[in-house]
């Protein structure tokens, strides 16, 4: 499974912007496909994610009523619609998908595919 980000930029506080993750290659069961982001000097942590059967959302504190993950199922692609950003949102932001059950969703090791980063820059 092949996963790519896009969609980053720069925006101010306040406003809006959608990253993309298209899935490709080999048909594997995905649980659960999930978005975290990185700042420099800081660990990777979870931000939202969505899981495929039955389907449901989870967001982290930190942005929960901000941003909405969606799925296009005709495009098998991912996005993370990001309003109302803050300074504190810029990061690199991350794809990645679970193949295997159980899991833990909230934990990048129980990720098994990962996209590369989109950059999601907020200035003040």
């Known amino acids: 499974v092949q996963l790519q980000a896009s969609g980053g930029g720069l925006a101010q506080a306040g406003g809006s912007l959608r990253v993309s993750c298209a899935a490709s290659?080999?048909?594997?069961?995905?649980?659960?496909t999930g978005w975290f982001r990185q700042a420099p000097g800081t660990e990777r942590e979870f931000v939202a994610g969505?899981?495929?059967?039955?389907?449901?959302?989870y967001y982290s504190d930190s942005v929960k009523g901000r941003f909405t993950i969606s799925r296009d199922k005709s495009r098998n692609t991912h996005y993370l619609q990001m309003n109302n950003l803050k300074a504190e949102d810029t990061a690199a932001y991350y794809c990645?998908?679970?193949?295997?059950?159980?899991?833990?969703?909230?934990?990048?090791?129980?990720?098994?595919?990962w996209g590369q980063g989109t950059q999601v820059t907020v200035s003040s």
């Open positions: 990645a998908t679970i193949t295997h059950s159980p899991y833990s969703y909230s934990s990048r090791d129980d990720y098994d595919y």
């Open positions: 290659g080999r048909t594997l069961r995905r649980y659960f």
């Open positions: 969505f899981r495929w059967s039955p389907s449901d959302t």
